[in-house]
């Protein structure tokens, strides 16, 4: 995928703005959409916002080995140097590592930026460190990679993890995190079809691509914001990966029925629901947060659908929601997000072992919590964008056991690999995020 070119204005504001972002990440332990989101308000050029972006995540996916070179270039320790100045020198490496920027404008930017970030003192190390790195970036580069961190770029917990669940795929699966995905769409076939959609990008100069397994489904490879895109304020599509496609289709919705989805914000799925089912179903959508629940609204709104939302929670479920028996339920849980790594690098740092323990308790207290509400017959779809066994077979296996009016109904599927229980996607395939569905039946009475 192209990064965006540089152009003249796309200076050091810039960099200084994707040094704030990456040190968020990093120190402050903020996810790196919240970071960004909160930059990129106050930069009104679309290009300098994609420049700022491409940094961001391109630095959380390459961290280990831009850390290294920082390494070999710094008199003292990384990791006792001004939170900014690391972040600013990161960002300056990912230039000249990564990006189509002459090596003069990456360095002299980065290098200004420490003045905009008040760290004028820097300006004379960091010039120094680029100018370095630049002359002698055939060595560093070529040096053997210090650790498996270095080479996979990711965190060596998480390597054993997944070299554990997937002992014939770890290494594909590591690679595939590591890219740059499409930009996945979902279109709105209540309003319009995916050719004809397809056709007015075609002419707005944007090439899509069918998704497999996604009849709604579109990949654009451009580097373009969803709101710029044709058709954004009338409804016409939605933002989603093909693999979160999925779930809608495998729920066997039929007119009538009463629907949950119980973890919906901010409403891909929901809003996939009211489409296939033409509204013509009393589908509840909801979530913890309040300010969760209004995107949820948002959405439904703007692609012309129905849902009653409430603001609950899964694990205690309360009011009037928690009273109705539903048909089908829709569980996407919260997870490790092991599976969306390529969308998400940040996941890789902002990750730790103990996460999973946690993790895989609460999803085991909002199956507990919401198997009252499925009516006899019903069908709870569990949904996980994890790759490891533990939140997701594993859950399922234990949960089959202790409920002896549950039974899996299997997924039948030209699409990802059987488990033991469900069907898993790794990252990359059928050029989807990597994804785990279960589907799990109440006897009758």
């Given at each position: 995928m192209a990064v965006p070119r540089p152009r003249p204005g796309q200076g050091a504001a810039t960099r200084a703005s994707a040094a704030r972002v990456v040190a968020e990440v990093l120190l402050a332990g903020r996810a790196l959409s919240e970071a960004l989101e909160g930059e990129l308000e106050h930069i009104a050029e679309e290009r300098d916002r994609a420049l700022v972006q491409e940094i961001g995540y391109g630095v959380m996916r390459r961290l280990p080995r831009l850390k290294a070179f920082a390494e070999r270039l710094l008199p003292r320790p990384f990791a006792g140097q001004d939170p900014q100045i690391q972040a600013l020198l990161l960002v300056g490496l990912y230039q000249l590592t990564e990006?189509?920027?002459?090596?003069?404008?990456?360095?002299?930017?980065?290098?200004?930026?420490?003045?905009?970030?008040?760290?004028?003192?820097?300006?004379?190390?960091?010039?120094?460190?680029?100018?370095?790195?630049?002359?002698?970036?055939?060595?560093?580069?070529?040096?053997?990679?210090?650790?498996?961190e270095v080479t996979?770029?990711?965190?060596?917990?998480?390597?054993?993890?997944i070299r554990a669940a997937w002992p014939e795929d770890w290494e594909r699966i590591l690679v595939a995190s590591n890219q740059r995905?499409?930009?996945?769409?979902?279109?709105?076939?209540?309003?319009?079809?995916?050719?004809?959609?397809?056709?007015?990008l075609a002419t707005?100069?944007?090439?899509a691509r069918p998704i497999a397994h996604a009849p709604q489904g579109l990949a654009l490879e451009q580097r373009v914001s969803p709101t710029t895109l044709p058709g954004y304020s009338e409804g016409l599509f939605s933002v989603q990966d093909g693999a979160a496609q999925l779930a809608a289709p495998l729920m066997d919705l039929a007119l009538g029925q009463r629907v949950l989805d119980a973890c919906a914000a901010p409403g891909g799925k929901?809003?996939?629901?009211?489409?296939?089912?033409?509204?013509?179903?009393?589908?509840?959508a909801v979530d913890r947060e309040p300010s969760r629940v209004?995107?949820?609204?948002?959405?439904?709104?703007?692609?012309?659908?129905?849902?009653?939302?409430?603001?609950?929670?899964?694990?205690?479920?309360k009011g009037a929601w928690s009273e109705k028996r539903y048909q089908r339920i829709l569980l996407d849980v919260p997870c490790t997000a092991t599976g969306i790594i390529r969308r998400h690098p940040?996941?890789?740092?902002?990750?730790?072992?103990?996460?999973?323990t946690r993790l895989v308790e609460t999803?085991?207290?909002?199956?507990?919590?919401?198997?009252?509400?499925?009516?006899?017959?019903?069908?709870?779809?569990?949904?996980?964008?994890?790759?490891?066994?533990?939140?997701?077979?594993?859950?399922?296996?234990?949960?089959?056991?202790?409920n002896a009016d549950a039974r899996e109904r299997p997924i039948t599927a030209d699409w990802g690999r059987a488990r033991s229980v469900g069907v898993q996607i790794l990252p990359g395939e059928h050029d989807m995020d990597g994804f785990y569905y279960a589907r799990v039946e109440k006897c009758a009475a």
């Open positions: 990006l189509r920027i002459p090596d003069h404008a990456a360095i002299g930017e980065t290098v200004q930026a420490a003045r905009l970030l008040a760290k004028g003192w820097a300006t004379g190390l960091l010039n120094a460190l680029l100018r370095r790195f630049q002359r002698e970036r055939g060595t560093l580069e070529a040096a053997p990679p210090q650790s498996p996979w770029c990711f965190p060596a917990w998480l390597i054993e993890r995905p499409p930009l996945g769409l979902r279109v709105n076939h209540v309003r319009i079809g995916r050719t004809q959609y397809a056709e007015r707005a100069g944007i090439t929901t809003t996939h629901i009211a489409e296939l089912a033409h509204n013509a179903i009393a589908l509840t209004a995107r949820i609204e948002e959405n439904l709104a703007r692609l012309g659908l129905v849902a009653e939302t409430s603001v609950g929670d899964a694990i205690e479920p940040d996941i890789k740092w902002l990750r730790q072992p103990l996460d999973l999803q085991a207290r909002m199956l507990r919590a919401l198997w009252p509400l499925l009516a006899p017959g019903g069908v709870l779809l569990y949904a996980t964008c994890s790759l490891l066994p533990e939140e997701n077979e594993s859950q399922m296996a234990g949960f089959l056991t202790e």
